[in-house]
Protein backbone atom coordinates (compact mmCIF):
# COMPACT_ATOMS: atom_id res chain seq x y z
CA UNK A 1 0.00 0.00 0.00
CA UNK A 2 1.43 3.53 -0.56
CA UNK A 3 1.87 5.90 1.49
CA UNK A 4 0.10 8.92 1.61
CA UNK A 5 1.81 12.01 0.98
CA UNK A 6 0.65 15.38 1.00
CA UNK A 7 0.12 17.99 -2.00
CA UNK A 8 2.50 20.52 -0.24
CA UNK A 9 2.10 22.86 -3.46
CA UNK A 10 -1.56 22.47 -3.61
CA UNK A 11 -2.01 23.04 -0.03
CA UNK A 12 0.04 26.21 -0.25
CA UNK A 13 -2.45 27.56 -3.13
CA UNK A 14 -5.49 26.18 -0.75
CA UNK A 15 -3.93 28.54 2.05
CA UNK A 16 -4.12 32.34 -0.03
CA UNK A 17 -7.54 32.25 0.84
CA UNK A 18 -6.93 32.15 4.70
CA UNK A 19 -3.70 34.67 3.65
CA UNK A 20 -6.79 36.94 1.90
CA UNK A 21 -8.34 36.80 5.36
CA UNK A 22 -5.44 37.15 7.55
CA UNK A 23 -3.94 40.28 6.19
CA UNK A 24 -7.26 42.05 6.35
CA UNK A 25 -7.53 41.30 10.22
CA UNK A 26 -4.16 42.35 11.08
CA UNK A 27 -5.51 45.56 9.51
CA UNK A 28 -8.71 45.79 10.91
CA UNK A 29 -7.63 45.12 14.27
CA UNK A 30 -4.64 47.72 13.46
CA UNK A 31 -6.06 50.89 11.92
CA UNK A 32 -9.93 51.06 12.73
CA UNK A 33 -9.69 51.59 16.93
CA UNK A 34 -7.16 54.45 15.36
CA UNK A 35 -10.01 55.79 13.09
CA UNK A 36 -12.61 55.39 15.48
CA UNK A 37 -10.46 57.36 18.40
CA UNK A 38 -8.78 60.03 15.95
CA UNK A 39 -11.41 60.79 13.19
CA UNK A 40 -14.44 60.37 15.17
CA UNK A 41 -13.25 61.03 18.67
CA UNK A 42 -14.95 58.03 20.80
CA UNK A 43 -13.49 57.29 23.69
CA UNK A 44 -11.84 53.72 24.83
CA UNK A 45 -15.09 52.07 25.99
CA UNK A 46 -17.04 52.80 22.90
CA UNK A 47 -14.40 51.74 20.50
CA UNK A 48 -13.75 48.76 22.48
CA UNK A 49 -17.60 47.80 21.58
CA UNK A 50 -17.58 48.38 17.87
CA UNK A 51 -14.14 46.19 18.10
CA UNK A 52 -15.88 43.57 19.45
CA UNK A 53 -18.68 43.69 17.01
CA UNK A 54 -16.42 40.87 14.59
CA UNK A 55 -16.33 38.28 17.35
CA UNK A 56 -20.08 38.43 18.53
CA UNK A 57 -21.69 38.29 14.39
CA UNK A 58 -18.46 35.51 14.59
CA UNK A 59 -20.67 33.37 17.07
CA UNK A 60 -23.60 33.31 14.42
CA UNK A 61 -22.44 33.90 11.13
CA UNK A 62 -19.47 31.15 10.96
CA UNK A 63 -21.51 28.47 11.71
CA UNK A 64 -24.23 29.58 9.81
CA UNK A 65 -22.45 29.89 6.42
CA UNK A 66 -20.36 27.11 7.25
CA UNK A 67 -23.27 24.89 7.02
CA UNK A 68 -24.74 26.76 4.44
CA UNK A 69 -21.27 25.60 2.11
CA UNK A 70 -21.88 22.28 2.92
CA UNK A 71 -25.43 22.70 1.46
CA UNK A 72 -24.44 23.94 -1.36
CA UNK A 73 -23.82 22.60 -5.20
CA UNK A 74 -22.28 24.70 -8.05
CA UNK A 75 -19.75 24.28 -10.97
CA UNK A 76 -17.42 26.10 -8.65
CA UNK A 77 -17.54 23.96 -5.48
CA UNK A 78 -19.17 24.33 -1.99
CA UNK A 79 -16.71 26.84 -0.80
CA UNK A 80 -15.34 28.73 -3.81
CA UNK A 81 -18.86 30.36 -4.68
CA UNK A 82 -18.56 32.14 -0.84
CA UNK A 83 -14.42 32.70 -0.93
CA UNK A 84 -15.26 34.86 -4.07
CA UNK A 85 -18.91 36.32 -3.07
CA UNK A 86 -16.82 37.35 0.32
CA UNK A 87 -13.91 38.82 -0.88
CA UNK A 88 -15.64 40.92 -3.45
CA UNK A 89 -17.63 42.36 -1.50
CA UNK A 90 -15.19 42.91 1.47
CA UNK A 91 -12.64 44.81 -1.42
CA UNK A 92 -15.46 47.11 -1.87
CA UNK A 93 -16.78 48.02 1.65
CA UNK A 94 -13.49 48.02 3.11
CA UNK A 95 -11.77 50.61 0.36
CA UNK A 96 -15.20 53.25 1.40
CA UNK A 97 -14.13 53.24 4.83
CA UNK A 98 -11.23 55.64 3.85
CA UNK A 99 -13.01 57.61 2.05
CA UNK A 100 -15.64 58.51 5.01
CA UNK A 101 -12.92 58.80 7.16
CA UNK A 102 -11.52 61.89 5.04
CA UNK A 103 -14.42 63.02 4.52
CA UNK A 104 -15.67 63.60 8.62
CA UNK A 105 -12.32 64.49 8.87
CA UNK A 106 -12.88 67.73 6.48
CA UNK A 107 -16.13 68.52 7.26
CA UNK A 108 -17.58 66.51 10.11
CA UNK A 109 -21.18 65.62 10.24
CA UNK A 110 -23.34 63.20 11.74
CA UNK A 111 -24.36 61.10 8.72
CA UNK A 112 -21.11 60.30 7.78
CA UNK A 113 -20.76 58.92 11.17
CA UNK A 114 -23.79 56.68 10.56
CA UNK A 115 -22.49 55.89 7.19
CA UNK A 116 -18.78 54.38 8.29
CA UNK A 117 -20.90 52.48 11.12
CA UNK A 118 -22.92 50.56 8.74
CA UNK A 119 -20.49 50.37 5.89
CA UNK A 120 -18.57 48.87 9.12
CA UNK A 121 -20.85 46.52 10.22
CA UNK A 122 -22.05 45.23 6.55
CA UNK A 123 -18.14 44.70 6.17
CA UNK A 124 -17.89 42.56 8.93
CA UNK A 125 -21.13 40.35 7.55
CA UNK A 126 -18.93 40.42 3.82
CA UNK A 127 -16.02 38.33 6.11
CA UNK A 128 -18.43 36.01 8.05
CA UNK A 129 -19.57 34.97 5.09
CA UNK A 130 -16.71 33.69 3.91
CA UNK A 131 -14.10 32.36 6.71
CA UNK A 132 -15.92 28.76 7.86
CA UNK A 133 -16.14 28.12 3.87
CA UNK A 134 -12.27 28.76 3.52
CA UNK A 135 -11.17 27.05 6.17
CA UNK A 136 -12.93 24.06 5.40
CA UNK A 137 -11.28 23.97 1.65
CA UNK A 138 -8.44 22.75 3.43
CA UNK A 139 -10.11 19.57 4.66
CA UNK A 140 -12.33 19.13 1.69
CA UNK A 141 -8.83 18.37 -0.81
CA UNK A 142 -7.23 16.38 2.04
CA UNK A 143 -7.20 13.30 3.74
CA UNK A 144 -7.77 13.14 7.27
CA UNK A 145 -4.54 11.45 8.29
CA UNK A 146 -2.69 14.21 6.48
CA UNK A 147 -4.68 17.64 8.23
CA UNK A 148 -2.86 18.38 10.68
CA UNK A 149 0.75 18.71 8.23
CA UNK A 150 -1.83 20.95 6.00
CA UNK A 151 -3.12 22.70 8.46
CA UNK A 152 0.14 23.91 9.56
CA UNK A 153 0.54 25.20 6.39
CA UNK A 154 -2.73 27.24 6.20
CA UNK A 155 -1.17 28.57 9.34
CA UNK A 156 1.58 29.61 7.74
CA UNK A 157 0.03 31.21 4.94
CA UNK A 158 -2.10 33.40 7.29
CA UNK A 159 0.79 34.55 9.32
CA UNK A 160 2.19 35.82 5.86
CA UNK A 161 -0.91 37.55 5.19
CA UNK A 162 -0.53 39.34 8.56
CA UNK A 163 3.59 40.08 7.47
CA UNK A 164 2.49 41.31 4.48
CA UNK A 165 0.27 44.18 6.35
CA UNK A 166 2.97 44.86 8.54
CA UNK A 167 5.26 45.56 6.20
CA UNK A 168 2.70 47.62 4.14
CA UNK A 169 2.24 49.69 7.29
CA UNK A 170 5.90 50.18 7.79
CA UNK A 171 6.90 51.44 4.88
CA UNK A 172 3.71 53.77 4.23
CA UNK A 173 3.61 54.89 7.84
CA UNK A 174 6.88 55.40 9.69
CA UNK A 175 6.71 57.50 12.24
CA UNK A 176 8.54 60.30 11.24
CA UNK A 177 5.97 60.91 8.45
CA UNK A 178 2.83 61.09 10.34
CA UNK A 179 3.98 61.81 13.35
CA UNK A 180 2.77 65.97 12.82
CA UNK A 181 -0.33 64.68 10.81
CA UNK A 182 -3.59 65.93 12.23
CA UNK A 183 -5.32 63.52 10.14
CA UNK A 184 -3.51 60.40 8.47
CA UNK A 185 -4.84 59.07 5.05
CA UNK A 186 -5.25 55.46 5.10
CA UNK A 187 -6.58 54.98 2.04
CA UNK A 188 -3.42 52.94 0.49
CA UNK A 189 -3.13 50.97 2.89
CA UNK A 190 -6.80 49.81 2.02
CA UNK A 191 -6.24 49.50 -1.71
CA UNK A 192 -2.93 47.88 -1.51
CA UNK A 193 -4.15 45.52 1.25
CA UNK A 194 -7.62 44.94 -0.71
CA UNK A 195 -5.55 44.41 -4.20
CA UNK A 196 -3.76 41.41 -1.88
CA UNK A 197 -6.71 39.90 -0.97
CA UNK A 198 -8.39 39.83 -4.52
CA UNK A 199 -4.94 38.99 -6.08
CA UNK A 200 -4.56 35.69 -3.43
CA UNK A 201 -8.10 34.36 -4.17
CA UNK A 202 -7.89 34.86 -8.11
CA UNK A 203 -4.79 32.74 -7.90
CA UNK A 204 -6.89 30.49 -6.05
CA UNK A 205 -10.05 30.27 -8.26
CA UNK A 206 -7.31 29.45 -11.07
CA UNK A 207 -5.19 27.28 -9.69
CA UNK A 208 -7.54 24.71 -7.64
CA UNK A 209 -10.25 23.00 -9.06
CA UNK A 210 -12.47 22.74 -5.97
CA UNK A 211 -15.40 19.94 -6.98
CA UNK A 212 -12.51 17.65 -8.71
CA UNK A 213 -10.66 17.65 -5.82
CA UNK A 214 -12.92 17.23 -3.54
CA UNK A 215 -14.48 14.34 -5.61
CA UNK A 216 -11.15 12.70 -5.46
CA UNK A 217 -10.46 13.28 -1.87
CA UNK A 218 -14.24 11.68 -0.97
CA UNK A 219 -13.45 8.60 -3.37
CA UNK A 220 -9.81 8.28 -1.13
CA UNK A 221 -11.79 8.05 2.20
CA UNK A 222 -14.57 5.89 0.92
CA UNK A 223 -11.80 3.51 0.33
CA UNK A 224 -10.68 4.32 4.00
CA UNK A 225 -13.77 3.14 5.80
CA UNK A 226 -11.65 2.88 9.05
CA UNK A 227 -10.99 6.72 8.88
CA UNK A 228 -14.47 7.59 8.85
CA UNK A 229 -16.19 7.90 12.90
CA UNK A 230 -20.25 8.25 11.54
CA UNK A 231 -22.59 5.66 11.63
CA UNK A 232 -25.78 5.32 9.74
CA UNK A 233 -29.12 5.06 11.37
CA UNK A 234 -31.98 3.35 10.44
CA UNK A 235 -33.21 6.21 7.57
CA UNK A 236 -29.60 5.54 5.97
CA UNK A 237 -28.11 9.08 7.66
CA UNK A 238 -24.78 9.45 9.31
CA UNK A 239 -24.72 10.04 12.55
CA UNK A 240 -22.30 10.43 15.24
CA UNK A 241 -21.99 7.67 17.76
CA UNK A 242 -22.53 9.11 21.47
CA UNK A 243 -19.06 8.42 22.37
CA UNK A 244 -18.00 10.52 19.52
CA UNK A 245 -20.44 13.51 20.28
CA UNK A 246 -18.79 12.94 24.31
CA UNK A 247 -15.49 13.43 23.00
CA UNK A 248 -16.45 16.38 20.15
CA UNK A 249 -18.14 18.32 23.34
CA UNK A 250 -14.85 17.94 25.74
CA UNK A 251 -12.84 18.89 22.45
CA UNK A 252 -14.87 22.55 22.01
CA UNK A 253 -14.94 23.07 25.56
CA UNK A 254 -11.07 22.47 25.56
CA UNK A 255 -10.47 25.07 22.65
CA UNK A 256 -12.92 27.62 24.78
CA UNK A 257 -10.90 27.06 27.41
CA UNK A 258 -7.34 27.45 25.84
CA UNK A 259 -8.14 30.33 23.69
CA UNK A 260 -9.89 31.91 27.29
CA UNK A 261 -6.52 32.11 28.31
CA UNK A 262 -3.90 33.03 25.80
CA UNK A 263 -6.30 35.93 24.34
CA UNK A 264 -6.92 37.08 28.04
CA UNK A 265 -3.13 37.47 27.73
CA UNK A 266 -2.82 38.97 24.05
CA UNK A 267 -5.60 41.56 25.16
CA UNK A 268 -4.30 42.99 27.81
CA UNK A 269 -0.35 42.36 27.82
CA UNK A 270 0.48 45.61 26.53
CA UNK A 271 -1.68 47.49 29.22
CA UNK A 272 -0.22 44.77 32.00
CA UNK A 273 3.27 45.88 30.97
CA UNK A 274 2.72 49.41 31.38
CA UNK A 275 1.25 48.92 34.60
CA UNK A 276 3.15 46.54 36.59
CA UNK A 277 6.70 47.30 34.98
CA UNK A 278 6.44 50.58 33.67
CA UNK A 279 7.15 49.59 30.32
CA UNK A 280 6.10 51.05 27.17
CA UNK A 281 4.40 49.67 23.81
CA UNK A 282 7.84 48.64 21.89
CA UNK A 283 8.97 46.00 25.02
CA UNK A 284 5.14 44.67 24.78
CA UNK A 285 4.93 44.39 21.23
CA UNK A 286 8.29 43.11 20.81
CA UNK A 287 7.50 40.16 23.53
CA UNK A 288 4.22 39.61 21.24
CA UNK A 289 6.36 39.52 17.83
CA UNK A 290 8.53 37.06 19.27
CA UNK A 291 5.54 34.92 20.51
CA UNK A 292 4.50 35.26 16.49
CA UNK A 293 7.94 34.44 15.53
CA UNK A 294 8.10 31.48 17.65
CA UNK A 295 4.43 29.94 16.44
CA UNK A 296 5.71 30.69 12.30
CA UNK A 297 8.95 28.37 12.69
CA UNK A 298 6.95 25.57 14.54
CA UNK A 299 4.13 26.00 12.52
CA UNK A 300 5.47 22.56 10.23
CA UNK A 301 7.39 20.82 12.89
CA UNK A 302 4.87 20.90 14.99
CA UNK A 303 2.56 19.18 11.89
CA UNK A 304 5.17 16.49 11.16
CA UNK A 305 5.82 15.91 15.03
CA UNK A 306 1.56 15.19 15.52
CA UNK A 307 1.59 12.70 12.65
CA UNK A 308 4.36 10.77 14.54
CA UNK A 309 3.08 11.08 18.11
CA UNK A 310 -0.70 12.07 17.72
CA UNK A 311 -2.16 15.26 17.70
CA UNK A 312 -3.55 14.42 21.11
CA UNK A 313 -0.49 14.33 22.87
CA UNK A 314 0.93 17.04 20.34
CA UNK A 315 -1.97 19.50 22.15
CA UNK A 316 -1.51 18.27 25.45
CA UNK A 317 2.61 18.68 25.29
CA UNK A 318 1.57 22.59 23.85
CA UNK A 319 -0.59 22.86 26.71
CA UNK A 320 1.83 22.10 29.60
CA UNK A 321 4.10 23.99 27.97
CA UNK A 322 2.09 27.27 27.80
CA UNK A 323 0.28 26.81 31.38
CA UNK A 324 4.82 27.00 32.49
CA UNK A 325 5.20 29.77 30.41
CA UNK A 326 2.24 31.60 32.07
CA UNK A 327 3.55 30.98 35.18
CA UNK A 328 6.85 32.02 34.61
CA UNK A 329 5.83 34.86 32.86
CA UNK A 330 4.08 35.87 36.31
CA UNK A 331 7.00 35.63 38.13
CA UNK A 332 9.11 37.54 35.71
CA UNK A 333 6.96 40.56 35.56
CA UNK A 334 6.65 41.02 39.05
CA UNK A 335 9.75 40.05 40.37
CA UNK A 336 11.52 42.22 37.47
CA UNK A 337 11.18 45.69 36.35
CA UNK A 338 12.44 45.53 32.72
CA UNK A 339 11.83 43.22 30.54
CA UNK A 340 14.41 40.68 29.72
CA UNK A 341 16.14 38.04 27.12
CA UNK A 342 14.57 34.93 29.68
CA UNK A 343 10.93 36.73 29.06
CA UNK A 344 12.01 37.03 25.41
CA UNK A 345 12.84 33.02 25.47
CA UNK A 346 9.67 32.10 27.59
CA UNK A 347 7.41 34.15 24.56
CA UNK A 348 9.28 31.92 21.77
CA UNK A 349 8.29 28.93 23.55
CA UNK A 350 4.63 30.63 24.13
CA UNK A 351 4.37 30.75 20.34
CA UNK A 352 5.74 26.96 20.04
CA UNK A 353 3.22 25.63 22.49
CA UNK A 354 0.52 27.68 20.81
CA UNK A 355 1.03 26.00 17.12
CA UNK A 356 1.04 22.82 19.01
CA UNK A 357 -2.17 23.21 20.08
CA UNK A 358 -3.33 25.60 17.13
CA UNK A 359 -2.42 23.40 14.49
CA UNK A 360 -3.81 19.98 15.69
CA UNK A 361 -7.36 21.37 17.15
CA UNK A 362 -9.04 22.06 13.90
CA UNK A 363 -8.40 18.87 12.50
CA UNK A 364 -9.17 16.81 15.58
CA UNK A 365 -13.02 18.72 15.26
CA UNK A 366 -13.11 17.93 11.29
CA UNK A 367 -12.03 14.42 11.81
CA UNK A 368 -14.92 13.45 13.37
CA UNK A 369 -17.70 14.21 11.00
CA UNK A 370 -18.34 13.03 7.63
CA UNK A 371 -16.68 14.88 4.27
CA UNK A 372 -20.13 16.42 3.42
CA UNK A 373 -20.18 18.22 7.33
CA UNK A 374 -17.15 19.71 6.90
CA UNK A 375 -18.46 23.53 6.83
CA UNK A 376 -20.77 22.98 9.93
CA UNK A 377 -18.08 21.63 12.36
CA UNK A 378 -15.35 23.98 11.02
CA UNK A 379 -18.15 26.58 12.18
CA UNK A 380 -18.77 24.89 16.08
CA UNK A 381 -14.70 25.23 15.72
CA UNK A 382 -14.98 29.26 15.35
CA UNK A 383 -18.43 29.43 17.55
CA UNK A 384 -15.97 27.79 20.43
CA UNK A 385 -12.98 30.22 19.81
CA UNK A 386 -14.84 33.21 18.78
CA UNK A 387 -16.92 32.06 21.81
CA UNK A 388 -14.21 32.61 24.17
CA UNK A 389 -12.57 35.97 22.59
CA UNK A 390 -16.02 37.57 23.69
CA UNK A 391 -15.38 36.33 26.72
CA UNK A 392 -12.14 37.09 27.95
CA UNK A 393 -11.18 40.73 27.38
CA UNK A 394 -14.07 41.22 30.06
CA UNK A 395 -13.54 38.76 32.33
CA UNK A 396 -9.69 39.14 32.65
CA UNK A 397 -10.29 42.98 32.78
CA UNK A 398 -12.55 42.37 35.93
CA UNK A 399 -10.65 40.40 37.33
CA UNK A 400 -7.56 42.79 36.97
CA UNK A 401 -10.04 45.62 38.19
CA UNK A 402 -11.30 43.80 41.56
CA UNK A 403 -7.95 41.88 42.18
CA UNK A 404 -4.88 44.03 40.63
CA UNK A 405 -2.83 43.33 37.23
CA UNK A 406 -1.04 40.94 38.62
CA UNK A 407 -4.01 38.20 38.53
CA UNK A 408 -3.43 38.22 33.96
CA UNK A 409 -1.02 35.17 33.96
CA UNK A 410 -2.50 33.18 37.34
CA UNK A 411 -5.64 33.76 34.99
CA UNK A 412 -4.07 32.47 31.59
CA UNK A 413 -2.40 29.53 32.94
CA UNK A 414 -5.63 28.55 35.39
CA UNK A 415 -7.66 27.96 31.92
CA UNK A 416 -5.37 26.67 30.17
CA UNK A 417 -4.73 24.15 32.95
CA UNK A 418 -8.28 23.00 32.87
CA UNK A 419 -8.58 22.61 28.99
CA UNK A 420 -5.38 19.88 30.00
CA UNK A 421 -8.29 18.25 31.99
CA UNK A 422 -10.84 18.40 29.16
CA UNK A 423 -8.72 17.12 26.62
CA UNK A 424 -7.98 13.79 28.46
CA UNK A 425 -11.57 13.29 28.15
CA UNK A 426 -11.37 13.52 24.25
CA UNK A 427 -11.11 10.18 22.73
CA UNK A 428 -11.78 10.50 19.07
CA UNK A 429 -10.27 12.72 16.29
CA UNK A 430 -6.39 11.33 16.64
CA UNK A 431 -6.23 9.90 12.94
CA UNK A 432 -2.21 9.58 12.38
CA UNK A 433 0.49 8.87 9.01
CA UNK A 434 3.42 7.92 8.97
CA UNK A 435 5.53 10.98 8.62
CA UNK A 436 8.84 11.71 6.02
CA UNK A 437 12.16 12.89 7.14
CA UNK A 438 14.66 14.43 5.67
CA UNK A 439 14.76 15.06 2.36
CA UNK A 440 11.79 12.84 1.38
CA UNK A 441 10.12 15.16 3.57
CA UNK A 442 9.88 17.05 -0.09
CA UNK A 443 9.68 15.20 -2.54
CA UNK A 444 5.98 15.77 -2.65
CA UNK A 445 5.96 19.38 -3.05
CA UNK A 446 4.22 20.77 -6.77
CA UNK A 447 5.70 23.21 -8.61
Known amino acids: MNKLKLN ?151 AVGGILYLALAAVLYPTSRVADLEHVNYQPLFIIVSLIMAAAVIVLLLTIKEPKLTVENLALEQSHPEWNLAESDDSGMEVLPAPVKRSLGFLLASIALWFIGYNGVTTWFTTYISEVMGEGLGGASTCLLVATAGAIVSYIPIGIIASRIGRKKTIHAGIILLAACFISGYFLTTLFTSINVVMYVVFVLVGLAWAAINVNSLPMVVEMCRGSDVGMFTGYYYTASMLAQVITPVAAGSLMKSIGYQILFPYAALFVTLSFVTMCFVRHGDCRAEAKVGLDAFEDMDD
Open 8 to 158: NGRTILVGLAFLSICSFWQMYDSVVPLILKKTFGMDESLTGVIMAADNILALFLLPLFGGLSDRTRSKLGRRTPYILGGTAGAVILMNLLPVLDNSYSRAAAPFKLAAFVVTLGLLLIAMGTYRSPAVALMPDVTPKPLRSKANAIINLMG
